[in-house]
């Protein structure tokens, strides 16, 4: 279905789609690898929109060490017990 799709694409003569359809024909092997093997990098992106949302809330601080401190904190999976605090 897709390389009827590439087909119909470089004929319609949109110059997106005829770009899309190229590149779409310039790495078969690895689009039908994705495809069977289910990959994504939907977990990578979503990781880098939360580290977006740390570097938010870092704003202000004085170093990158800060911010990654914070970024550890916040995505790293540890609950550390912090003083006074029960």
Not at 18 to 44: M, Y
């Amino acid at each position: 279905m897709l390389g009827r799709w590439c087909a119909w694409a470089v004929r319609c003569c949109l110059p997106s789609f005829t770009r899309l359809a190229k590149r779409i024909r310039a790495h078969p092997a690895a689009i039908d690898a994705t495809f069977k093997r289910g990959l994504s990098n939907a977990r990578v992106e979503g990781l880098n929109t939360r580290l977006r949302l740390v570097s938010r809330m870092a704003y202000g601080f004085h170093s990158t060490a800060a911010f990654i401190s914070l970024g550890i904190l916040k995505l790293g999976g540890l609950c550390p017990d912090f003083p006074g605090r029960a």
